[in-house]
C-alpha cells in the first residue's frame, strides 16, 4: 500500500507550493499530453503567449537562440512564477554550423558579503527563513545578462536585443488577462507576496485578495524596466537606477546585495557536459549546475541493462541509479569557480562500472544516513524550462528560476522585478536539507561571497551523428534530473512518442529521503513490485513539467506538459 506522508507542520509549505487546483488534477492522474508538428521550427514553453512571441520569432528568420532570447524575456511578463528577470539560469545551445555546442551559466551569484554562517540562526543551525524568506535568500540575478550574452554570440545578427525584447512591453504595460497558471499559482503565494507593499500592489486586488480569473495582471514598472533594457542594453540592469533600486530593496528586506555586486555580475560561457547513451550523444548542463552530471552518470549506469516500460525491474534499477548519484551529489559538487568538482570522474563509464556492481537487481539498497523529512515539501513547478529549434538545426534548452514560485515574493520597488530566493540552494550547513530536501556535506556547496549555488537545472540536447534529435528539461527542484533521466529512457529505450513519455507518471529518488516518490497513475502492481523489493514507496504531487521536442522523420514533434494549464507547443 502507498504510505502518503501528512504532516500537519508542513501544511502551510505545501500549501505554498500546490495550488489546490493543481493537486486536484494530479489526484485523476495526468492530463492528456497533445503532440503538435512543425516542419521549420518549434517552441515549447510552459505559457502560450511566451511561445507565441518565440515562433514568431523564427518565422521571421530568427535562429533558435534569438526565438529563446525572445521567449525568455516574454516569460518574465507572462509567467511571473517562474520566467524573470529577478532570478537565473541555464541555456545549452547547439550550433548547426560548426556543430558544436556551449552553454551559458547565468545563475545568481551570492553578494560578496555572504559567509557561511550567513543562513545559521544564532545557535549555529539552519535557519530557513535566512535562505527562503529574508532579503539573504536573494541572489544577484543573472537572466538579463545570460539572455544578452546568448544574443551577442549566437544570435542570427537579424535582430537587436531590443527587438527580441519588444514583444513582450505591451504585454507587461497593457496587462494580461489572469487565467490558467497564474490563477491556479496566485492563491497559494498570497502571504508571500502581501508581505511587500510593492507586490501586493501587482499581484493583489485593492482588497487585499490574490488577483483572479478575469482579473488583468498589469505590471506597468516592469514594461518600463524592460524598455530601459531594450534601449539602454543590459548593462542598465545592472548599473543605474534599476541596480540601485534593486540593492535598495534587498537591503530593506534585510540582504546583503550591494550596487557593487549587481555592477560585478558575469553571466559565463561554459563547456557542456557530454556523454553518450545507446548510439545517442548527450549534451548537458555542467556545474554549478548537478543536472548534466548526474543525468550522465545515471546513463552510465542504465546503459547495461535492459530497460523495459511497465516493468518493476526497471523502474527499481532506475530508482538504484538515482539513489547513488544523488548521494554523489551532496558531497562533489558546487561552483566550479570555487571548487574543483570531479566532473570527469563522475561521468567516467569505469565509475559508473563500479557503482553498477553496488546494485542488486532484486532489493533496495538502504540509503544509509536517512534523514526523515518529509517528501511532500519538495513538490513544485516553480521553475520553468523551454526548448526551441530552428529550421537550420540549431537548438536551445533553457531552464531558469526564481527558486520559489514567485521567488522569495519582493518585487524591487519601483522596478517591477520579482526578486528569487536561489541562495537556499546552498547547503546552509553540512547535512542540512535544502526547501528540496537535498543534502550537501564537506565544502562543495557550502555558502561564500560571489559564489553559486549548486543547481539540478538539467536543459538538456540529444544528438544523433551530430543533429539535434531531443531538446528537453523541466523545472521540479530535485526532481528535474530524474525527469530529465525519464524522458530519455522513455524515448530512447522504450520508443515512445514524446507525448506518451510526458504524460507517463515519474517516479524519483534522491538518496535522501530513502523514499521513491511515484506521481498518480503508476500501475499499483508495479508500485507493489517496487514494495516487496523493499522500496519506501510515498505518492507524490506531480511537480515537473517537460517541455520537449524530438526530431522524426516526420519532422519536430513538440510536447508541452500538461501537468501545469497554459503550456503550448507550437511551430511553424
Ligand atoms: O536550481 C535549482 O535546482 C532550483 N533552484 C530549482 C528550483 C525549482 O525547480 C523550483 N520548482 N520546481
Known amino acids: 500500500m502507498i504510505r502518503t506522508v501528512i504532516s500537519t507542520a508542513l501544511v502551510a509549505f505545501v500549501v505554498l507550493f500546490a495550488p489546490a487546483a493543481q493537486a486536484q488534477r494530479g489526484e485523476k492522474g495526468i492530463p492528456p499530453v497533445e503532440a503538435v508538428t512543425a516542419k521549420h521550427g518549434m517552441v515549447v514553453s510552459q505559457e502560450a503567449r511566451a511561445t507565441r512571441i518565440g515562433v514568431e520569432i523564427l518565422k521571421q528568420g530568427g535562429n533558435a537562440v534569438d526565438a529563446a532570447v525572445a521567449t525568455g ?39 560578496a558579503a555572504t ?9 549555529g543551525e539552519a535557519d530557513p527563513r535566512k535562505s527562503r524568506d529574508l532579503g539573504t535568500a536573494i541572489g544577484v540575478p543573472g537572466t538579463v545578462a545570460g539572455l544578452a550574452l546568448a544574443h551577442e554570440r549566437y544570435g542570427s545578427g537579424r535582430f537587436t536585443l531590443a527587438d527580441l525584447i519588444r514583444p513582450s512591453i505591451p504585454l507587461a504595460r497593457k496587462g494580461i488577462p489572469v487565467e490558467t497558471d497564474i490563477a491556479d499559482s496566485l492563491p497559494g503565494v498570497a502571504a508571500r507576496l502581501g508581505r511587500w507593499p510593492s507586490s501586493a500592489k501587482i499581484f493583489m486586488r485593492p482588497v487585499g485578495s490574490v488577483l483572479r480569473e478575469g482579473d488583468t495582471l498589469i505590471q506597468g514598472d516592469l514594461a518600463d524596466t524592460l524598455e530601459a533594457i531594450a534601449e539602454k542594453g543590459p548593462r542598465a540592469f545592472y548599473e543605474g537606477p534599476i541596480a540601485d533600486k534593486i540593492a535598495a530593496a534587498v537591503q530593506k528586506a534585510g540582504g546583503l546585495m550591494t550596487t557593487d555586486d549587481l555592477r560585478d555580475y558575469r553571466p559565463k560561457e561554459r563547456a557542456p557536459v557530454r556523454g553518450s547513451y545507446r548510439g545517442f550523444d548527450i549534451v548537458s548542463m555542467p556545474p554549478p549546475s548537478s543536472g548534466g552530471v548526474l543525468l550522465i552518470a545515471m546513463l552510465n549506469m542504465l546503459e547495461a541493462y535492459d530497460l523495459k516500460p511497465g ?32 566532473v570527469t570522474g563522475l561521468t567516467a563509464r569505469g565509475y559508473a562500472d563500479a557503482l553498477r556492481a553496488t546494485i542488486d537487481p532484486k532489493r533496495a539498497t538502504r540509503a544509509g544516513l536517512f534523514n526523515p523529512v518529509n517528501p511532500l515539501r519538495f513538490e513544485s513547478e516553480n521553475t520553468t524550462h523551454y526548448s526551441v529549434m530552428d529550421r537550420d538545426g ?45 543534502v550537501g556535506f564537506h565544502d562543495a556547496n557550502a555558502p561564500g561571497g560571489r559564489k553559486r549555488p549548486l543547481s539540478s537545472m538539467t536543459p538538456t540536447i540529444v544528438l544523433k551523428d551530430g543533429k539535434p534529435v531531443i531538446v528537453t528539461g523541466s523545472p521540479g527542484g530535485s526532481r528535474i534530473i530524474t525527469t530529465v533521466l525519464q524522458i530519455l529512457v522513455r524515448t530512447l529505450d522504450f520508443g515512445q512518442s514524446v507525448d506518451a513519455a510526458t504524460q507517463a507518471p515519474r517516479i524519483h529518488h534522491q538518496w535522501q529521503p530513502d523514499v521513491v516518490r511515484v506521481e498518480p497513475g503508476l500501475d499499483p502492481a508495479l508500485i507493489g513490485d517496487l514494495e516487496a523489493r523493499g522500496h519506501n514507496v510515498v505518492e507524490a504531487r506531480p511537480g515537473t513539467a517537460a517541455n520537449t521536442i524530438v526530431m522524426t522523420p516526420e ?14 507547443a507550437a511551430g511553424h
Open 73 to 111: 524575456f516574454a516569460l518574465a511578463v507572462t509567467y511571473p512564477r517562474a520566467g524573470n528577470i529577478g532570478g537565473g539560469g541555464f541555456m545549452v545551445i547547439h550550433l548547426a554550423d560548426g556543430k558544436r555546442a556551449t552553454t551559458i551559466d547565468y545563475r545568481e551569484t551570492a553578494p
Open 555 to 568: 519532422g519536430l514533434v513538440g510536447a508541452a506538459d500538461s501537468r501545469t494549464r497554459g503550456a503550448l
Open 115 to 123: 559567509t557561511r554562517t550567513t543562513y545559521l540562526d544564532a545557535n
Open 394 to 438: 540549431n537548438a536551445v534548452s533553457n531552464t531558469y528560476t526564481l527558486n520559489f514560485g514567485y521567488g522569495v515574493g519582493l518585487v524591487a520597488e519601483g522596478t517591477g522585478i520579482l526578486l528569487n530566493n536561489e541562495l537556499d540552494d546552498f547547503a546552509a550547513k553540512p547535512g542540512a536539507p535544502n526547501a528540496f530536501g537535498l
Open 311 to 342: 516493468d518493476a525491474r526497471t523502474l527499481h534499477l532506475m530508482t538504484e541509479v538515482m539513489k547513488r548519484a544523488y548521494a554523489d551529489r551532496s558531497v562533489f559538487l558546487g561552483d566550479p569557480d570555487f571548487v574543483d568538482a570531479p
